[in-house]
Antibody
């Protein structure tokens, strides 16, 4: 059974850096073709893909956020970490991590991150 | 960036009726599209991948079709648990993009 769980702060101040951790089980990020991505969803709005990292270390980012995002993996700990710098109230959203083979097959429950002073 | 436009934005139907949701891509994405279902307070669930393949455990009343730029998700006979928001997503090119969603309501 595949599970993913997001953890991190639920409230950050504007200009701060957000660090979210995705801890997963039931699969290995060293398996050929597997990736773990981050997707966010502002309240009442649509899904927005942010970043993904693959088994071979390849990383991809949403272009307009590329300068603010970093995704890393720790295969031994079954974790993927997303950092987003210079947080703004418009970044308030539920942040999901998900396993990707072809598409996002399995998702975590998400973590609601609010940005407010 | 490939833009996915879903229509209608909302659809009001009754249990037992057939639903047809559309997703149009701003350029050809071959068949590299997925459909997700999202209920309130829950993460999305993968329904259909590569346009017409049902994901594991998805009932046969869900079907997907299309290629190129025009795609559809059909639900043959709506069950009460099918009322949710549906998103399409493409994997043809970077960045990965989602549609804005269709809300299926009673």
């Amino acid at each position: 059974q595949i599970t993913l769980k997001e953890s991190g702060p639920t409230l950050v101040k504007p200009t701060q850096t957000l660090t979210l951790t995705c801890t997963f089980s039931g699969f290995s990020l060293s398996t050929n073709g597997v990736g773990v991505g981050w997707i966010r969803q502002p309240p009442g709005k649509a899904l927005e893909w942010l970043a993904i990292i693959y088994w071979n270390g390849d990383e991809y980012y949403w272009p307009s956020l590329k300068d603010r995002l970093t995704i890393t993996k720790d295969t031994s700990k079954n974790q993927v970490v997303l950092t987003m710098t210079n947080m703004d109230p418009v970044d308030t959203a539920t942040y999901y991590c998900a396993q990707r083979r072809l598409f996002f097959d399995s998702w975590g429950q998400g973590i609601l991150v609010s940005v407010s002073s | 960036e490939i833009v996915l436009t879903q229509s209608p934005a909302s659809l009001s139907l009754s249990p037992g009726e057939r639903a047809t949701l559309s997703c149009r891509a701003s350029q050809s994405i071959r068949s590299l599209i997925a459909w997700y279902q999202q209920k309130p307070g829950q993460p999305p669930r993968l329904l259909i991948y590569d346009a017409s393949n049902r994901a594991t455990g998805i009932p046969a009343r869900f079907s997907g079709s299309g290629s190129g730029t025009d795609f559809s998700l059909a639900i043959s006979s709506l069950e009460p648990e099918d009322f949710a928001v549906y998103y399409c997503q493409q994997r043809s090119s970077w960045p990965l993009t989602f549609g804005q969603g269709t809300r299926l309501e009673i």
